[in-house]
């Protein structure tokens, strides 16, 4: 996956994040997911991300923002 999709560590994932989810899969982020943010600020599971963009969209799942821009 290209590099300008940062990988990050989902301990960045606080207590205070409990109702974040992956706007792809419908599933909570946790603590200790493995997670990608974009340049449109929207963050995803890595999985769920990496799928969304190999075979569906390279358009934001949230906010249709164009990520080959």
């Not at 997670?35 to 769920?48: A, D, S, T």
Request: aromatic share 8%; net charge negative.
């Amino acid at each position: 996956m290209n590099g300008f999709y940062v990988l990050l560590d989902g301990a960045c994932v606080d207590e205070q994040s409990d109702n974040l989810e992956c706007l792809i899969c419908f599933e909570s982020i946790l603590a200790g997911n493995k997670i990608r943010g974009i340049p449109c600020k929207h963050v995803f599971h890595q999985e769920c991300l990496d799928s969304w963009l190999k075979t569906r969209s390279v358009l934001c799942p949230t906010c249709r923002y164009n990520l080959l821009e």
